[in-house]
């Protein structure tokens, strides 16, 4: 797991509140990605970028706003969050070429919103 | 479209004995598989892929999968179970479409009995 690194790994926030996730990746991955995985339900693919362009915005409410400034870093801005917006969220990263293609996550931040 | 299925949503097997965790999948073109685990309060851990070559993939922990194209299978298998594989078992496929998305199942819950 040290390969993607997330932070903060908890967070708890009120409904207007602003804060942001943080993940960064240290394999030499272009592509990145944001997930949000909810007690019972199954894994859901928010974004996705690939060489610091987003190629995948998953009908995400504009409550939460990616920011990939490099193929390293990935921000996630959360803003006027709402209860159910509480998960874990999990970043990834992995390789678009080769014969890689694995995901490798990071340990995830758990997101409690009051 | 393209999809993956976990049957079951919890496998209980008693520990020493066998065990398998099904995954069925549906994809355009030739698949990219892949099985991840995840512990409690952890991100997800990859553990093998199929991408060509042989069927049968051996990967991390003493598990394999094999892959049956006539089936569309990917079933996870471990010839004998420790206590501490008890987890999350997702399978995922590479979308095919050139979008760099992964389809993930909605996991199966292992559980290994002492």
């Known amino acids: 797991e040290t390969g993607v690194t997330q932070t903060p790994r908890h967070l708890v926030m009120g409904m207007t509140n602003k804060k942001s996730l943080k993940c960064e990746q240290h394999?030499?991955?272009?592509?990145m990605y944001w997930y949000k995985q909810s007690a019972k339900k199954p894994l859901e693919l928010m974004f996705v970028?690939?060489?610091?362009?987003?190629?995948e915005n998953n009908s995400v409410p504009s409550r939460f706003s990616p920011e990939c400034p490099n193929s390293s870093h990935l921000f996630l801005h959360l803003h006027t969050l709402q209860p159910e917006d509480s998960a874990l969220y999990l970043c990834?990263?992995?390789?678009?070429?080769?014969?890689?293609?694995?995901?490798?996550f990071g340990p995830g931040t758990r997101l409690t919103v009051t | 479209a393209q999809s993956v299925a976990q049957p079951e949503d919890q496998v209980n097997v008693a520990e020493g004995n066998p065990l398998t965790v099904k995954c069925t999948y549906s994809?355009?073109?030739?698949?990219?598989l892949f099985w991840y685990v995840q512990y409690p309060n952890r991100g997800l851990q990859f553990l093998l892929k199929?991408?060509?070559?042989?069927?049968l993939v051996k990967g991390s922990y003493g598990f394999e999968a094999e892959f049956n194209k006539s089936q569309t299978s990917f079933h996870l298998k471990k010839p004998s179970a420790l206590v501490s594989d008890s987890a999350l078992y997702f399978c995922?496929?590479?979308?095919?479409?050139?979008?760099?998305?992964?389809?993930f199942g909605t996991g199966t819950r292992l559980k290994v009995l002492a």
């Open positions: 970028y690939n060489f610091k362009e987003q190629t």
């Open positions: 994809v355009s073109g030739n698949p990219y």
């Open positions: 995922a496929v590479r979308d095919t479409s050139g979008t760099y998305k992964y389809i």
């Open positions: 394999l030499g991955h272009n592509a």
């Open positions: 990834a990263s992995s390789s678009t070429s080769g014969l890689g293609y694995e995901q490798y």
């Open positions: 199929y991408i060509t070559g042989d069927n």
